[in-house]
Every structure is written in C-alpha cells, then in structure tokens.
C-alpha cells in the first residue's frame, strides 16, 4: 500500500516544487482511534506526508465528530484532529471486518490505537497478537493508565488524569484548583506516541526490528510534571497555585495597565528588577528597598511586592508600558483573549494557515510546526465517515487476489 497524502501534491503551498517529497512519503498508518490522544499523534504523522487510514464505527464513527458543530456543521475538535486522513467504516464486532483490518495491518508500516486494552485484547488487536500475526508492524497503543498497572482497567479521561497526577494541584489558585484549558493530558500522550511511532520506524528500518510502543495519559503528563515533582520531592515543599504568579521569582505575572490591558511580566535578575523600577515605572527607591533586594527577599514579600507594583502599573497607558519594558530589555507578553489571537501578528505571518477541505466547505487552519524544511502535506482534506471505505478496500481485495494469483501460479 502506497504512502503519501491522498490530496495533491506536496508543497504546492510553499511554494516549493509540486513533486518535493515529503519526509513521511510512502508510509502507511492506521489508525484504530477516537476522541484526542491517538488522532493527534496521528494527523501529526499525515502532517509529515503518511498515509494514515483512519478505522471508525459505523454508527457515527469517531465520537469527537460530535463535540460540537461550530465549523460550518464539522466539529472544532475534529477539524483540528483529522486534517488529511483516509476514513474507512468498519464493525470490528463482525470478524470479517477484523480480516478486513488485518489485510490493512499487512500494508501498513505502524498502527495506532487508543481503544481500551480489554476491548484490543478481546479483538485480537493487543501488541503481543499483531506482532506475532505482523511481525514487522510497529504497533502503538495509548491508554489512561499502564495495562500492567493497578489502575489498567480505570477510565482514564484527560481531566482526570490532569487531577490524579496533580496538575490541578499547581493550576488555579490554593482554594480554587482547576484544569487547564486545553487537553493537555491527551496532548502529552499524542506528542509522545507521535515521536515514539517515528524513533521505531527508524529502529525498525535499520535492524529489521519491530518494536512496541505504549503510552499512558498518566505517564505522560507525570513526566511534563517532572520539575515541580522533583522540587516536592528533594526540597520537602510543593509549590503553591498561584495563578499568573511564579513560585519561585518576582515579579513574574500579570498587571493592569491604566487602560485596562493585562501585561505578563518576568524580571529574571537584579538588573532588571532595577531597570524595571527606575527606566518603567519611574520609581527607582524600590530597588533600594530592604524588602525587595533580592529574588529571595521580593518572593517572601511578594503581598507588599503585588501591591506596589499594580499601583504603579495602573499609573500608565499600556502602550507606554510596553515601549519602556522593551527599551528596558524586559520580557513581557499581552494578555490575549482568545477571540483576538487570530489577528495575532505571529499568526499574520506568510505561510502560517492553509485550506482545509472538509465536507461542508472550505476553512483555514494552522500549519503544523517543526517540519524539517517546512515541508507539510498542505492540502490534506478532513474526511467525511466511511469516506474512503470502498477505495481502500477495493484496493485492499484487488491486492490479496493479485497476490493469491501469484502464488498459485
């Protein structure tokens, strides 16, 4: 089975030659997901150039088609998952569907799952089965919690793992923990399955070797907890929710402008903290003051540090601000509010969007980062349900006759 997006050529919007290869061209992924962690790592892997094919139920497929209906009738969520991927309808209750996904599985270079081990295991579909059936196969899984673990068989959804692994603990404030405003948890496990998938395709490529690949939601948002775990762990104290703030430097947050706007602010060291008093808010004695001569003193005075500080802040326009923080050598950021980061000048830059088909029109979304020379399947549509089932499996049986003809003959 050829790989490759199944939309055009690469680069036509990059304005590189219609024929520039793809660094993922000519490998071949299905994937057997739903919902966030397995489609993001996927549509990364179809971002690269991979075919990836998409198995979904027939009745209604992919859950995450429902979350809402805000793009023109497609889900936001599923706009953002699944650009460029293949959709094939098939009942995996029924085993000759399961032959069906075998016959792909034979075609394919990796496969990425994130259904349930149980419901894999009693498929047929756990890594030790496809190994033994597709030996060069990398297999992927994804789940909640370890399948070896005490908590295999716990439902594992992206805030719950957000609080089990303490992440709620850090976000908020000490009376009002919360969640982060994105799938965070889903996100870790799909970035670490998406670049677990590519080293064992390198591995596999180079020794023969097909190794497995698993990731659970809880691993992998335990490792992106690793710096604050590691300062509970030897220093004896867990850092406190502090909204905006930083637990360990200040000033480091957010502040008020006379014109309503919110400024991020970090001072990284004394000459800062310095420029910060005299050259930004004209009061120079604060760098002199006892309370605040030292990061260590100005976060153990951080109340009488807030207070000063917003009353200087509120003191000025935000345009006066940041063009003094900037001429200071201070890092600062605006405040954005969602419905205004589209007009963002980062995201006004050449080559930031591209047009996504899906079934009801025509949208813009965001280029991926990171691809080695900027080179991404531009063009990759969304797919409708079962868009792609009798192409691929036409392709699929006219290949096993061929090859049953060739062997009998």
């Not at 793809?22 to 990364?44: H, I, K, S, Y």
């Not at 259904?115 to 890594?127: K, Q, T, V």
């Not at 609080?163 to 889903?186: C, F, N, V, W």
Request: negative net charge; contains cysteine.
């Amino acid at each position: 089975m050829t790989g490759g997006p199944a939309d055009g050529p690469a680069g036509e919007a990059d304005g590189q030659a219609p024929t520039a290869r793809l660094p993922l061209d000519g490998v071949t992924v299905v994937a057997v997901e739903q919902a966030v962690a397995a489609p993001f790592a996927t549509r990364q892997l179809a971002d690269l150039g991979a075919r990836v094919i998409k198995v979904e139920r027939p009745d209604g497929g992919d859950f995450a088609r429902d979350y809402d209906h805000v793009v023109g009738g497609t889900s936001s969520a599923f706009l953002w998952l699944n650009r460029g991927k293949e959709s094939v309808r098939l009942d995996l209750k029924d085993p000759a569907a399961v032959e069906d996904l075998h016959l792909l599985l034979e075609r394919a270079d990796a496969v990425v799952a994130n259904l349930a081990p149980a419901a894999l295991a009693r498929l047929g579909l756990d890594a030790d089965a496809l190994h033994r059936r597709h030996p060069a196969l990398i297999v992927c899984h994804i789940s909640g919690y370890a399948p070896d673990g005490p908590l295999a068989a716990k439902k594992a959804y992206d805030a719950l793992v957000q609080a089990e692994t303490g992440l709620m603990s850090l976000t908020g404030t000490p009376s009002a923990p919360a969640k982060t405003g994105i799938s965070i948890a889903d996100i870790a496990a799909g970035s670490y399955a998406f670049s677990g998938v590519l080293a064992a395709i390198r591995h596999r490529d180079v020794t023969g070797e097909a190794l497995p690949v698993h990731v659970s939601l809880f691993d992998a948002l335990t490792e992106w907890m690793a710096h604050p775990l590691y300062y509970t762990l030897y220093g004896g104290n867990a850092p406190q929710p502090m909204g905006t703030s930083h637990p360990a430097i200040a000033p480091y947050g957010a502040f008020t402008a006379a014109d309503g706007a919110s400024l991020m602010i970090a001072v990284q060291n004394e000459r800062e903290w310095a420029r910060l008093c005299g050259g930004v808010l004209e009061a120079a004695h604060l760098a002199t003051d006892p309370r605040f001569g030292s990061n260590t003193e100005r976060v153990a005075h951080r109340a009488a540090l807030d207070a000063e500080l917003a009353g200087r802040f509120a003191a000025y326009a935000s345009v006066t601000l940041t063009a003094r923080l900037d001429d200071a050598g201070i890092a600062w950021g605006r405040m954005t509010a969602l419905a205004d980061l589209p007009s963002h000048s980062e995201l006004a830059r050449d080559g930031r969007w591209m047009d996504t088909r899906t079934p009801d029109g025509t949208v813009r979304t965001l280029r991926p980062p990171g691809v080695p020379g900027g080179r991404s399947a531009g063009g990759g549509a969304l797919p409708g349900l079962g868009a792609h089932t009798d192409s691929v499996l036409a392709e699929l049986h006219t290949a096993a006759e061929r090859h049953t003809a060739e062997g009998e003959s």
